[in-house]
């Protein structure tokens, strides 16, 4: 079967009810010679598919198929679907084998009825997560291959109850359930559940559930190396994998079908956290998984153009997806250096926040982490630029990597109405002196403010004047309004209101006075 996994083709035949309804009843069809093989891959596939309407969270589906045609239901919208599957060589063993992967992008459900898979497999380099250039390395950032496995609640296996180690009446049923619904981890680990596809039941009887010295462990494959997960996605979310453990002290079973009270007494899954201990459960053996994550440990986020308004406090996160993984032999560090429109040699960029192009920034080394303060005056110069170069430094097998990204920002102008206010007591009777009863409206935008009008309101007493002492004013400078109150003897209450325009916004300011004896 292994030389014509190449070139096959799945197609399928999507049939829907109706166009302009909220889902679409979709009947998937296998054709051509891949129909052709016993439950699909003999060792088993999965359709895994990521999307949905674009008014709501992404959805997840996992769906594992053993036939050739299967009925599944998508909601309208765009959708990404990824076909899995494994070649191992003695049929009915699990997800064994070599994988498979085609993934097609952007279908557009209900308008899309025909959607083409040329599986291929994902790593003929087995140094490699996906082969370069492999269409499925848009999808998957990290797979997992095991060939032992344990539950446990610490990584020596050596503490914890959360099933028990002996492997006497013990079962453990593994593989890839069937999902539907949102990207939540959480609700991925409580609402996912086994078909009849895409698991094992592990178990003394049937050989492959090894009593440990401490604790008993699953042998996923006991000639050769084990079966490869695509666990780690796209989009910070992990294919379910899950194992279900049933304990029956009553009647000795051991083929996965009763626990304790004939009910499932634990359920795992990768990421979960346990509620009682507050620890986070994984599968564990001596050397644990091998985790292959791709020669791309970070990646520029929280930036979602190259370019910020001067004025503004921004995050860039250059650690990536893989900051909260042990990545290789260990964890990442990262240097930096930068130039700027006034500062041409590179210089290594500053722990402590400091000024440049009239602003100021800071780059955390442990995460990555650059932060671009403009919100002090003069904030970032108009049309200034940074160039940041990053670097990721990283061992994977005892080799020491090192991989860089560089990117430039650009510090845009402030548009629109953006002032600082200030104004004194508003209610002196110091007739000869109006400075006290002043408002000043700094310009902090790179467009002019202008007082377009004044006027007084809800005036009780006395007439008090508003005078305009400057109309107009450019970045940095204030507009400026003072209350005459030379007519004023007694008192005075009310509301001075003044109208703004700024970058075609407008607005208008309303102060209350009091002037009294």
Same mark, same amino acid.
């Given at each position: 079967m292994k030389k014509y996994l190449n070139f096959l083709i799945l197609i399928l035949?999507?049939?829907?009810?109706?166009?302009?309804?909220?889902?679409?009843?979709?009947?998937?069809?296998?054709q051509g010679s891949f129909s052709q093989v016993a439950g699909l891959f003999e060792n088993g596939a999965v359709m895994i598919a990521v999307?949905?309407?674009?008014?709501?969270?992404?959805?997840?589906?996992?769906?594992?198929?053993?036939?050739?045609?299967f009925d599944h239901t998508f909601d309208n919208g765009i959708w990404k679907i990824m076909i899995l599957g494994w070649d191992g060589a003695t049929p009915g063993e699990t997800m064994k084998g070599n994988l498979y992967c085609s993934v097609v992008n952007n279908v557009s459900f209900p308008d899309q009825s025909t959607l083409n898979f040329n599986l291929s497999q994902v790593d003929t380099d087995a140094n490699l997560v996906?082969?370069?250039?492999?269409?499925?390395?848009?999808?998957?950032?990290?797979?997992?291959?095991? +060939?032992?496995?344990?539950?446990?609640?610490?990584? !020596?296996?050596?503490?914890? @109850?959360?099933?028990?180690? &002996?492997?006497?009446?013990?079962?453990?049923?593994?593989?890839?359930?069937?999902?539907?619904?949102p990207i939540d981890k959480h609700s991925i680990l409580t609402q996912a559940r086994f078909t009849s596809e895409m698991n094992?039941?592990?178990?003394?009887?049937?050989?492959?559930?090894?009593?440990?010295?401490?604790y008993a462990k699953l042998d996923i494959d006991l000639a050769a190396t084990g079966i490869t997960l695509p666990f780690r996605l796209t989009g910070g979310f992990h294919l379910p994998i899950r194992m279900e453990g049933y304990e029956d002290t009553v009647d000795n079973t051991m083929d996965c079908s009763k626990g304790f009270n004939n009910a499932v007494t634990t359920i795992n899954s990768i990421g979960e956290v346990d509620a009682a201990s507050g620890l986070p459960r994984h599968w564990s053996d001596g050397t644990?998984?091998?985790? +292959?994550?791709?020669?791309?440990?970070?990646?520029? !986020?929280?930036?979602?153009? @190259?370019?910020?308004?001067? &004025?503004?406090?921004?995050?860039?996160?250059?650690?990536?997806?893989?900051n909260d993984d042990n990545y290789g032999d260990g964890t990442i560090s990262y240097t930096c250096d930068y130039?700027?429109?006034?500062?041409?040699?590179?210089?290594?960029?500053?722990?402590?926040?400091?000024?440049?192009?009239?602003?100021?920034?800071?780059?955390?080394?442990?995460?990555?982490?650059?932060?671009?303060?403009g919100t002090t005056y003069p904030h970032f110069a108009m049309g200034s630029q940074i160039t940041f170069n990053i670097v990721a430094n990283y061992t994977v097998n005892s080799t020491n990597y090192s991989e860089n990204k560089s990117f430039t920002i650009v510090f845009d102008p402030i548009w629109g109405l953006n002032y600082t206010q200030a104004q004194g007591a508003l209610g002196s009777l110091n007739n000869t002196d109006q400075t006290s009863n002043f408002i000043n409206l700094t310009n902090m935008a790179d467009s002019q403010l202008n007082i377009t009008g004044v006027n007084i309101t809800d005036n009780i007493g006395e007439t008090v004047v508003p005078v305009v002492i400057y109309s107009n004013c450019t970045n940095g400078s204030p507009c400026r309004v003072e209350l005459d109150a030379s007519a004023v003897t007694a008192s005075a209450t009310g509301n001075v209101?003044?109208?703004?325009?700024?970058?075609?916004?407008?607005?208008?300011?309303?102060?209350?006075?009091?002037?009294g004896p």
């Open positions: 035949l999507l049939a829907f009810t109706s166009c302009g309804a909220k889902t679409s009843n979709v009947a998937v069809k296998l999307g949905g309407p674009s008014d709501k969270p992404p959805l997840l589906y996992t769906v594992p198929l053993n036939s050739a045609s996906v082969d370069p250039g492999h269409p499925c390395g848009a999808f998957i950032d990290g797979l997992q291959t095991v +060939k032992y496995t344990s539950i446990c609640e610490t990584e !020596t296996c050596d503490s914890g @109850n959360y099933l028990r180690y &002996n492997n006497t009446n013990l079962s453990l049923k593994f593989g890839i359930p069937f999902y539907e619904g094992e039941c592990y178990s003394a009887a049937n050989s492959n559930l090894i009593d440990g010295a401490d644990k998984f091998i985790y +292959k994550m791709p020669l791309s440990p970070f990646a520029i !986020t929280g930036l979602p153009t @190259n370019s910020i308004v001067r &004025n503004l406090y921004e995050v860039v996160d250059i650690n990536g997806p893989y130039t700027s429109t006034s500062v041409s040699t590179p210089q290594v960029c500053p722990a402590a926040s400091t000024m440049i192009e009239s602003g100021y920034f800071s780059f955390d080394s442990t995460n990555g982490q650059i932060i671009l303060d209101n003044i109208h703004l325009e700024s970058g075609g916004d407008v607005t208008t300011v309303t102060l209350p006075y009091n002037f």
